[in-house]
Nanobody, 120 residues
Framework: VQLQASGGGLVQTGDSLTLSCAASGGAFRDYAIGWFRQVPGKEREFVAGISWNAAMRDYAVPVKGRFTLSRDNAKNTADLLMNSLKPEDTGTYYC??????????????WGQGTQVTVSS
């Protein structure tokens, strides 16, 4: 399966942005989807995850209440709606397919990353 992340950009504090993850070539609906972010010099950080049937969602504490992850298995897509963005949300965002876990090593496929920059 191949993943394509998109939707990043330059926004201001308080703005909203939706990141999309599109999958092709595999059984998207059989796996959880996770979003991670990374800034230079730091490890990849879990942001949010959604189970294969969307019955379970998990969010990192810094984004809980502001970000919402959804998926559409008919379209092989997963969207991360990010509200009330803060400068500390800046980073390269990656979507990944695998197990429902904050551990990046448990994901089997990764998108190429999309840059989100939040200006103060």
């Amino acid at each position: 399966v191949q993943l394509q992340a998109s939707g990043g950009g330059l926004v201001q504090t308080g703005d909203s942005l939706t990141l999309s993850c599109a999958a092709s070539g595999g059984a998207f609906r059989d796996y959880a989807i996770g979003w991670f972010r990374q800034v230079p010099g730091k490890e990849r950080e879990f942001v949010a995850g959604i189970s294969w049937n969307a019955a379970m969602r998990d969010y990192a504490v810094p984004v809980k209440g502001r970000f919402t992850l959804s998926r559409d298995n008919a379209k092989n897509t997963a969207d991360l709606l990010m509200n009330s963005l803060k400068p500390e949300d800046t980073g390269t965002y990656y979507c990944a397919l695998g197990s429902m876990t904050p551990r990046p090593e448990r994901y089997k496929a990764w998108g190429q990353g999309t840059q989100v920059t939040v200006s103060s």
